[in-house]
């Protein structure tokens, strides 16, 4: 360190960390990560470079082995190699905090202790391996869209697939419209799943799958529509819950790097393992992430000969390497691997089709530390600029500034492509063609001050045309979240911070509403009379709330309903598709076609039209599976007895663990965040899983902090002893108005050089 720095946190230990030189804060940045979430960074670092079996053991074996295959350790060497020296210089100031904060704790944090094994110190490459966290999170890195499309355009034609997985759905709300084709319902010639015997859909199975993940809000209204003339901006990253969470409050206080005489003062989240505010405000500029689902990762379908592939400069011998990962307690093991100049070699899910997997984490150059520069930006135009430079999985990036600007576009590198169809396996002829480079940054898709006064998004698509092609689909989210919050935002002639939080909580069951009118109009007087079951069921849909509330029985029924019949469905098409294909795997669950994208939109297409060539022969007609999922509802949720305890909030209880709670008799659960029932889901702007959800919730304006609102599921410190421990989660659970700035000083922190 170059001088002392102050470090000042409040009665929820949220710091305000003060210091005349960025490198001097991003030190102390690293000593308080490390003093107070040093495992959960451990365990980012080793979950991307597939180093966990090392710290617990078997447990863990084939998770590593299947990260070993993308090499990120050896990626991460190589783009610490590449940074700049100034980069280099804030880096090497945080691993040094990390590391004296580790060593000043005095004893190993109490998970090491559990586990019987010492920490290792940390390394500046660490800090992108979590960053690879993040891509393995945020990007599908077993590509299952593309794989999935791969297997059935070796069984049926593409006006099938485009069908069953449509881009264009009736929940679309893109910020840039355009016309997309309508798809026709395939006829018998093409789909007939009556032409095989009903034998072949006997004893269906699978389970339900929910998206890997429910995505994230965020959007920003302009100055325009406020009292004060500010544009005001919201963010809610919907992740994966654990304990202690992802995120780490911090507000940061500096010189500005450029004009000393100027405080850089920012309040945001920090990801530990990294050194700079990823969501926040900087007095001047605010601004926040959602997943893009854009396309940045594809197969190449390959021509493998013994120890060699097809190229179009002919056969190229296979890179053949391996890995050896360490097992606690056990002898290391060895694993070989194949890889190509596109990637690792991977094989179907679903024959024995093999690929080359290439993804934009493999490229060193696609990740930086260029996001830091948001801490200094001044408006809108510059920090658009600076989030397409940046190097994080890309992300729908939303500002606004004090002036009133707002604006979208994407953070992160963009595959400069050729416009091939990527949502395919790529034949290995057109592989190298497809992919040229990175984007420039002038030809990156960007909204700024549009005429609605309004951005938002919510992981769905919002781009059409020549900017679509860009970003390709890597999965977008059907669009009930994005549409409900852009119509709310329609709605304000005038808008505040409180308006926003109300739309942040909006749990609205509008979407489910299509589900509980197909229930009330299949459940007529003559389906449920004399059936007690089924009159219960109707009386409980009929009378529920509108929303995913806590306490709603007749939403918990249409929710179980939705989810037993599209099982129902897609297991039959599973099995249907697996029968044209002689060289299918034979260890593939029915349910394998919910892997596709907008698949929902296919079925209600289905619903709608009832078509017999889709229906399974075990029924005659739509209505007698329809009946049929009723009754099984009711006997999965206990019988009809039990249809008055069947709450949502009994099934959406808060499941918000530490990684080694389970492994803890007696004790474990007071390591986890308490099972409170949480309203709202999936298809709604307050997106709520058990396990899954709002990692943070930001509501500010740029300039005005103070009046700012913030939630995070739990507190700042992973130590079930300490104050912090699960400080504000109440405030996330009920939706409190919690403040974004820390309060006043209760503990003060000095760090001398």
Do not use: C
């Not at 850089?264 to 893009?292: D, E």
């Not at 029924?619 to 006997?635: A, F, K, M």
């Amino acid at each position: 360190m170059s001088a002392s720095v102050t470090i000042e946190r409040d009665a929820q230990g949220i710091p305000l960390i003060s210091g005349s030189d960025r490198k001097d804060v991003a030190f102390a940045t690293g000593y308080l990560h490390a003093q107070e979430r040093f495992f959960q960074m451990d365990l980012n670092r080793r979950n991307s470079a597939g180093e966990l079996s090392e710290l617990v053991g078997e447990l863990a074996l084939d998770h590593d082995k299947r990260q070993r295959k993308h090499r990120f350790r050896q990626v991460a060497q190589q783009a610490v190699k590449i940074m700049t020296a100034e980069h280099q210089a804030l880096l090497n100031a945080y691993t040094d905090g990390v590391n004296q904060g580790l060593e000043d704790l005095g004893q190993k944090p109490f998970e090491y202790l559990l586990l019987g094994v010492e920490p290792l110190p940390w390394r500046n490459e660490d800090s992108y391996l979590s960053i690879f966290s993040m891509y393995m999170d945020l990007n599908d890195d077993e590509v299952k869209l593309d794989n999935l499309k791969g297997f059935l355009s070796r069984v049926t034609v593409p006006a099938v697939i485009d069908f069953l997985s449509p881009l264009k759905t009736r929940w679309d709300s893109p910020m840039q419209p355009g016309e997309l084709p309508d798809v026709p319902t395939p006829g018998s010639e093409l789909v007939d799943l009556r032409s095989k015997d009903t034998g072949l859909y006997a004893n269906l199975g699978g389970i339900t799958l929910e998206d890997s993940l429910i995505g994230s809000n965020n959007w920003a209204v302009s100055g325009e529509l406020t009292e004060h003339g500010g544009a005001i901006i919201q963010d809610d990253m919907h992740l994966s819950h654990r304990v202690p969470t992802i995120w780490y409050r911090a507000s940061l206080s500096y010189p500005h790097p450029d004009k000393p005489q100027e405080k850089v003062s920012i309040t945001g989240v920090t990801l530990p393992g990294t050194p700079f505010i990823v969501v926040g405000s900087n007095t001047h500029i605010a601004w926040g992430f959602t997943n893009t689902a854009g396309d940045w990762v594809d197969l190449v379908e390959l021509d493998i000969n013994d120890d060699q592939y097809m190229t179009n400069d002919g056969l190229r011998p296979l890179e053949r390497w391996t890995e050896t990962i360490n097992i606690k307690g056990q002898e290391p093991v060895s694993v070989e691997y194949s890889g190509t100049h596109w990637g690792p070699v991977v094989d179907s899910a679903y024959d024995d089709t093999q690929y080359a997997l290439r993804w934009t984490a493999h490229r060193p150059e696609a990740t930086n530390v260029n996001l830091v520069y948001l801490e200094v930006a001044r408006n809108v135009e510059q920090g658009m600029a600076i989030a397409n430079r940046s190097g994080i999985p890309p992300q729908n990036f939303t500002t606004g500034d004090r002036e009133g600007n707002i604006g979208w576009t994407v953070a992160g590198q963009i595959p400069n492509r050729s416009g091939i169809d990527s949502t395919y396996p790529l034949p290995w002829q057109q592989a190298d063609d497809n992919w040229d480079g990175w984007l420039p940054d002038v030809h990156y898709p960007r909204v700024h001050n549009p005429v609605d006064k309004r951005v938002w998004t919510a992981n769905a698509r919002i781009v059409s045309g020549d900017d679509y092609k860009k970003m390709g689909n890597g999965g977008y989210a059907l669009g009930p979240r994005q549409i409900q919050i852009r119509d709310a935002l329609m709605t304000l002639e005038r808008a505040d911070e409180q308006d926003m939080l109300e739309i942040a909580l909006d749990h609205r069951a509008i979407y489910m509403d299509n589900w509980r009118r197909l229930i009330l109009n299949t459940l007529t007087e003559e389906v449920i009379d004399g059936s007690l079951s089924r009159q219960q069921f109707h009386h409980y849909v009929k009378n529920w709330s509108g929303k995913a509330a806590t306490d709603d029985v007749g939403y918990r029924l249409v929710r179980e309903y939705k989810d037993a019949l599209k099982l129902k469905i897609m297991s039959s098409l599973g099995r249907y598709f697996l029968s044209l294909s002689p060289e299918a795997r034979d260890d593939v669950e029915d349910g394998f076609m919910q892997k596709l994208n907008h698949e929902s939109e296919m079925i209600w297409r289905l619903l709608e039209e009832r078509p017999m060539n889709w229906l399974s022969p075990q029924y005659e007609h739509w209505d007698e599976l329809l009946v049929e999922t009723v009754d099984q509802v009711v006997s999965e949720l206990g019988g009809v007895d039990q249809l008055a305890t069947a709450t949502w909030g009994q099934r959406n209880t808060a499941d918000i663990r530490h990684p080694l709670s389970g492994a803890i008799p007696v004790f474990g659960n007071l390591l986890d965040m308490p099972a409170v029932p949480l309203s709202g889901d999936i298809w709604m702007p307050k997106a709520q899983r058990s396990d899954q959800g709002v990692s943070e919730r930001m509501v500010v304006s740029p300039g005005r902090e103070d009046e700012a609102i913030f939630h995070m599921p739990g507190g700042q410190s992973g130590h079930p002893l300490s104050p912090f421990f699960t400080a504000g989660y109440m405030d996330w659970v009920e939706g409190k108005a919690s403040p974004f700035l820390p309060g006043d000083a209760k503990y003060t922190l000095t760090l001398m050089p």
